[in-house]
Structure formats: C-alpha cells, structure tokens
C-alpha cells in the first residue's frame, strides 16, 4: 500500500486542528428526539390550560389562527397517531389523564343557542317578555 501523499490524512484518522475542534462538549447540540419530546409535552400543557381557560377543542382548520390553530393541528396529529397504533401508549395514558375525552373532540354540528350566547334569552323567553307567552303556553306556537 502506497503512502498518502504529504500533507493529506490517512483514512481514519483526524488531523490534530479538526480533532481538538470537535473535543468541545455538547459540540453535536440537542438531538432531535429530546427537543420533540419536551416539545409535546409543552404542548400537552398548553392544551390543559387551553380547554382550562373555557374554551373549546381547539380546531385546525385553515380558517382558525393562533393559539387555537396550533394547538389544533397538534390534536388532530395525536388523533391520526393514536387511530394508527403509532402513537406511544405512555403518551395515549399522558393525553387521557390530563384531557379526557380528546379522542372524540369536538361535536359535529353548531353549538346550541344557549351555549354559543352565554346570557343570551331562548326564543320562548323572548315570547314570554313581550306577553305573547298565552299563545304559546296554550300550544298555539310551536317555537323552540
């Protein structure tokens, strides 16, 4: 076997400039797999607090922005996951503890009139404060 020509490294071996550069500790950063986790488990928080603070299952459609459209679309890839046996067990266990009933979400379908409008009379009450309320207790009006 010849000799690697002068000034030229042999395979295998690191010149003393390149192996003292790559002696720094944690020179390699985080790896990839301990940002996601620490991300998802961010982002399992946000959810509680979310749905704490009253409000809805976040959806992900490309209509909603923000928060809600972040949270989302982490929610609905967590759905895939889980339908797909791809998502962790110790992650599906994390997501039933801290937010039952994230498998289902949402209702299809508009929110009720009393729940879209908290403080917000029926029809009926509506009737009842004009004094039209004698046709419709006599059954004459079928509002709802």
């Known amino acids: 076997m010849a000799s690697a020509p002068p000034g030229r490294r042999r395979a295998g071996r690191l010149a003393p400039a390149v192996r ?30 979310y749905l ?53 979400g949402r209702k299809r379908g508009r929110r009720p009139a009393a729940a879209a409008w908290p403080g917000r009379p029926t029809a009926a009450a509506e009737l009842f404060r004009h004094g039209m309320g004698k046709f419709f207790s006599a059954g004459r009006c079928s509002i709802r």
């Open 20 to 49: 003292e550069g790559l002696a720094v500790p944690d020179w390699e950063g985080k790896p990839r797999v301990q940002a996601d986790e620490q991300r998802w488990w961010e982002r399992l928080a946000a959810l509680k607090a």
């Open 52 to 104: 704490a603070a009253g409000n809805d299952w976040p959806r992900h459609k490309v209509t909603v922005t923000g928060e809600e459209h972040e949270l989302g679309v982490w929610l609905h890839g967590q759905r895939i996951k889980q339908r797909r046996s791809q998502l962790d067990p110790y992650k599906t266990a994390a997501l039933d503890a801290t937010v039952p009933g994230w498998r289902v």
